[in-house]
């Protein structure tokens, strides 16, 4: 996993499992790395792996089995729950970026639908 | 914890550290991030006990650097492994020196760097030779480990394998780590402290997630910038 | 890892006798070549030149270990294991005395080497020696004495090298001049407290005309050269712990 070194670290590991949660990769119940495999797989400060693993405890998106290991514990509510966040994020953010190019409302929904109208015909994305 | 309180130190007419004030607590991965000449290795020596202050004081745990020599485990920049040393006999030299050698460590973390015992240390590459070294400190439980420059001269690969060995080999909670560079790429998501230093000065410290969060820059981008502001008061 | 100090103070040891291993063997080499080679182009009382072979290779076997004292000490700063030293939890004392007795060794093995060759090709051309030799415990005594006299002034040679080196190493620039000027510096002082230094170097002169009180002022030379060496490495030992900076 490569991270955005601009960006805190903690948050980067939270939004990827985030990611892989929405995505259904990882489902409730899920064994995920232990906080030192993690940081090893990752390349990361073990105590920067740490913090997101506390942080995503005290969202109640993973739970630490004493002796067991760490397990995904957002169920399918709090899936969508982040699903509408993450993606009302990246549309925001993409809005921001349209408008601050200086493309009024309208323009950005004609192009937007010119961009996604060869993916309809295509592959169907089927997630979210 | 190491403390730095008020400490200078000049070689010369070079003034290496100007009244530098910090410390360094057990638990911590810290970065000395600086250009050549910056002073990064001063402080190292200072730690490791093998040069003394001209001013103010250092002190490991409140005691002086070279009373806790067995409790640092340091890696100096030059290559300092006698040249006819298999790297099995300078890990039987070095095992009789200190309590906190860790045998399983060092047999564990041998085939994690690709290194083996026959190797003569004279005689390998840079790189080999950088991965000896890493691997004659980490198999120590030292409370403090120093690796000065740990990067310099040696290719992408063995850079990574270095980075992954620290990871691995880091003891969460009771080692202070202090890696000086100016090479930061490396270890950008390996540091947890900071600290920027230019002419023996510190121009910047903390928090490497904060400093992320607060300016939106990578470690890299923020040395760039602090180092700029630096160099212009001059 | 269980540590000792005994076991440190062998690794030190060890590591650095590896230094010397060429020393004693050229030692060994150059005794038995010229004293085998004198003895067999000789025949009879002619046999009494092996002396010269000898002395000569008692000469190498007293003269290589202070050659050695500086490379021993000055390798560690030109190889950079200075900083492996320098940083190992082990006391200036040790460290300089495991060098010292290294190069005490090198000149035990060098100088009793030859001693051991030249006696024996000695007293198979001279039985007679060994008789006389033997009939009086004070010639024995007194090579003895003479032979602990020259360990102490060697002893004396090896920590004024010691201390010359480590001050030297306190100047940048240099060190090498400022080394060689306290080694001789020393030795005018030590001579100036020491009036009669010349007994030490007119030994073979009192195997001639020994007396009890030839015995006597060399045990006292030697207490005095002992004394010094140890003044010396103390010296040195503080200059190693509290000033050496890498």
Known sequence: MDFDNSQPIYMQIIDEYKKNIIRSELKKGDKIPSQREYAQIVRVNPNTVQRAYREMENMDMVETLRGQGTFISAGEQMREQMAKEMAAKVMQHFIHEMRSLGYEDTMIMAMLKCELEPMEEGEQVDRI | MIEFRNVSKRFGPVVALNSVNMEFSAGNITGIFGPNGAGKSTIMKLIAGINYPDQGNVKLDGENPRAKRESIAYLPEIDHLYPWWTLRQAADFISTFYRDWDCDRYKELLPFLNLHEQMIMGKISKGQRAKCKLLLVLARKAPYLLLDEPFSGIDLLTREEIADAVIKGYREGEQAIIISTHEIDEIESLVEKVVFIDQGRIQLSGDAEQLRMERNKSLVEIMKEVFRHGNQQI | ?246
């Not at chain 3, 038995?32 to 076997?61: D, Q």
């Not at chain 3, 035990?108 to 006389?132: C, H, N, Q, R, Y």
């Not at chain 3, 060689?180 to 009036?195: D, E, N």
């Open chain 3, 1 to 246: 890892m269980e540590t000792s100090k005994f076991k440190m103070f062998k690794s030190l040891y060890l590591k650095d006798l590896r230094e010397v291993r060429t020393e004693i063997l050229v030692v060994a080499a150059v005794a038995i070549i010229l004293i085998s080679w004198a003895y067999l182009k000789t025949e009879g009382s002619a046999r009494g030149i092996i002396v010269a072979p000898m002395a000569f290779a008692l000469g190498l076997a007293g003269f290589l270990p202070i050659i050695t004292s500086f490379k021993l000490l000055g390798k560690e700063w030109s190889n950079n294991t200075i900083y492996m030293m320098m940083s190992l939890p082990v006391s200036g004392s040790m460290m300089l005395g495991s060098k010292l007795a290294v190069l005490v060794t090198e000149y035990l093995a060098g100088t009793l080497m030859v001693i051991l060759t030249g006696g024996i090709a000695l007293l198979t051309s001279f039985p007679d020696i060994w008789k006389e030799f033997m009939s009086d415990p004070y010639y024995l005594k007194l090579a003895i004495a003479v032979y602990g006299a020259s360990l102490t002034g060697i002893f004396f040679i090896f920590c004024n090298s010691f201390l010359s080196q480590v001050t030297g190493k306190l100047f940048k620039k240099g060190s090498g001049l400022i080394s060689f000027l306290v080694f001789l510096g020393v030795f005018i002082i030590a001579a100036k407290l020491m009036p009669d230094t010349n007994i030490l170097l007119n030994q073979s002169q009192l195997m001639v005309s020994c007396s009890m009180q030839e015995m006597g002022a060399i045990l006292i030379k030697a207490a005095i050269d002992l004394f010094f060496a140890a003044l010396l490495f103390a010296a040195a030992v503080v200059i190693w712990e509290h000033r050496i900076e890498l």
